[in-house]
Each structure stands twice: as structure tokens, then as C-alpha cells.
């Protein structure tokens, strides 16, 4: 009651004039934000064009019908006919003579075949194995000052990309604060809510950014919705590396829990002798960046996202961090000077602190030295994966080079 009378005796008092141009900007701004936020959904999800190289790169129709393949291949089964094929080769302008028929499949192996069994309980130890703890390396989040807040950036891949030491060199940074673990909220614990979630991040002051990382989203079909959900304008990095090392790399580790299992030339193919690959190992799958890519891109711009070289993240890490604290909007302060060539190690470390004794490498699990790998089975991978890279690069607008790595073999315990 005493709320009305004094409304009646504002506008009573205001001038009609005044009151109709408030109302009118009101409408306009209203009008105004809604039309953005449909132009915003209309673009995303249907957006067909990428930049390249600067320039806007208009698909041709034979890029779609691989884009579509992709997405069924997601689905289930899907086997690309000599026809796609040839669109592929028109795509990437490469004769793929020998890589007749790629199959995917994403019901178990055949149990007949000897990796069959190993393939299911692959896919169970790897929910295990993806949550490496890292304790060795819960370096400094133990501040309690200020208030814990739900990240700002996000690590959502690639597995075995160099995630962990991207992490570990950006928590140098005096305005990052993040999370030591992996907190796998948006593939397994999801229902746990984002209270939980935000109370497993370190406190941050003003001004500090919140970050966590977990390489299993960015293969997690809802991972980009959730995530999208909780924060539309979240920072998104992900952690890249040739596909067929970073498959090397996934059984390396694999391999170190279970001795056992088969090998990799046995794993990587449904048929050697046809040269029929099997691209429903998750070992080779995660390697499939430009499809894993597509679902985000349903959610994100790209100017979300930040594509890190694993490669020069080990041979650079200071040129590679200058371009993530770009992104990141964070002053320069990680540089080359921050790291040393290890020859233990065969591999960048962080500087130690003055004040401090502790190594700043990686822990072992990092850096493994990889199985030798038949040279053939390397050759054939790499011609399985170069269609998908070119759509890779043609996406994010970056070469990564990695088709000039396919002469020169990947590191092996002979090496
Ligand atoms: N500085 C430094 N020290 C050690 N290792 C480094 C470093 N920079 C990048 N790498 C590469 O990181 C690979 C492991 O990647 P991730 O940390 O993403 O693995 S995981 O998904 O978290 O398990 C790891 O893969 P492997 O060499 O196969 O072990 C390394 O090649």
C-alpha cells in the first residue's frame, strides 16, 4: 500500500515527457540484447565457415560430407565408401591410394580377435587411469585468502597433450590459482552439483584466475554443453600433439599398469593385412581432434579457445606460454627464463625458486620413454590421421606441421 501511494506521487511528479523517453530506451535496449542473443544462437551452431590463415575459408560441399561422416561416425558405425574417400582426397588434396576403408565401430572388438577382451576392460581402467592424481605435484594451492570461485579457464585437453606441464608452468603465474588434481566434474561426478565443484577450487583474490584441468572433456560427448552452461564466456585450452605419438604415448602409460596387454600394432588394427584400422580404440579416437572439435564448436566461438603445441610447449615453453597468458588476458610474466633444459630428464623443467629445493620437473609418469613401435604401423597411422589434421588445422586456423614429423620416427626405447 505505502509502496503504490509513493509510486503514484513519483509519477505524478515526474513529467510525462520524461517517463515516456525512460520507457521508450528501456524497449530499445531490451529489443536491442534480444536480437543479440539470437544472432549469437543462430551463429555457433551453424556456422559452416572457418578462418584461415586470416582469411574466411567457405567449405566446400565435399568438406561438409566429411563433416557429416564424422558426426555419424560419433554416433555408431559408420564405413566410408571409396567415394568419401575421394572427397576426402579432394579436401586435403592428397591421394589416399592405400587407406581404402577406415571402419568405426564402437561396439566391442569381435570377440575372436585376441584384443577383444582387453578392448572392454580398457575402457574401464582408462576412467581410472584418466584421473591421475599427480600428488607429486600439488605445488601451491594452499592459500586461504579470498573467496573460491568456479573457473574461469579451463585445460579440456588432449589427453597425454602436455597438460600437466602447461598447468604446472601457469601456476607460476601469481594470478592463477589452480586446482592440483583432475576434477572430472564434467564427465564423472556431474551430479555432484557446482558446489561442489567450486569448493574444490583453491581461493582467489580480485583479479586472480581460476583454473582447473581435466584432458577427458574434450572427448566427453556433453562435457561442451555443461560447461557452456555453467559459463558462456569461459576461456577453453586445450593441449594438442601429433596423434599418432599422443596414441604411442596414451598405451605407453596403459602399458606401465598392465604389462600384459597386447601390443600396439595388435590394438591398432581390426585387420592388418587389410589395413583396416581401428579407430574405436580410444588410444586412436582421442587423436581425432577435428571431430572431438565439432561439439564444441556447437557451444564456443573460437576465440574461446586457445590450440597449444604439445610439441613446441617442450621445445618453446616460454613462446608458448607468452600466447597463453595473451589469452588468458594475464600480464607477461611466465617466460623462458622461468625454465631449464633438464638432460636428465630429456625435457624442460621449472626453474627451482630461490627459496626453495624442490625439483621442478614432471614426476615420472611424464616424459616416458615409448615402446618401439613397427615403422609400418607409424606410416600407416599417419596417413589414417592426415585427413583429419587438415581439418583440424583448417578449423582452429593453425598448422601444427605434424605431417613434416612423419618421416623422422617418434622417440623409442631403441633411440
Ligand atoms: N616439461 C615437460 N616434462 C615432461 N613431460 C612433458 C613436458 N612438456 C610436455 N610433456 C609431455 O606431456 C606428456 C604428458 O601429457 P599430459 O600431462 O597431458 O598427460 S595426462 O593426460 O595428464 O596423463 C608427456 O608424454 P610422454 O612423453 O609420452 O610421457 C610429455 O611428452
Redesign the pocket.
Known sequence: MAFWSSTSVFTSKVPRKILFMFTLSLSVTYLFYSLMSCYNSLQFPLQDNYVFQGRLVTEETTFATLRGKLYSASQGFTQFSEADQSALASVRDHAEAEQRTVEWIRTPASPTKPAAAFHTTVLEREHQ??S?T?SELRLNCTSDYGEKKLPQAIII?????????????LRVHPDVRAVGN?PHFFDRNYEKGLDWYRDLMPSTLEGQITME?T??YFVTNHAPKRIHSMAKDIKLII?V?NPV??A???Y??TLSKKPEIPTFEVLAFKNRTLGLIDASWSALRIGIYALHLESWMQYFPLSQMHFVS?ER??VD?GGEMAKVQDFLGLKQIVTDKH?YFNKT??????KKPEDSSTPR??GK??????PKIDTDVIRRLHKFYKPFNMMFYQMTGQNFQWELEEDSEP?SSQD
Not at 345 to 350: A, N, R, S
Not at 365 to 370: A, D, V
Open positions: 587411469e584418466f591421475t599427480d585437453g588432449v589427453k597425454k597433450g602436455g597438460t600437466r606441464a602447461l598447468l604446472e608452468a583432475e584441468k584432458p577427458s593441449v600433439r605419438t599422443r604411442i604415448s596414451d605407453t602409460q604439445g610447449l617442450i615453453p625454465f630428464k630429456g625435457f624442460p623443467c621449472l620437473c614432471l609418469s611424464k616424459g616416458r620413454t615409448h622417440r
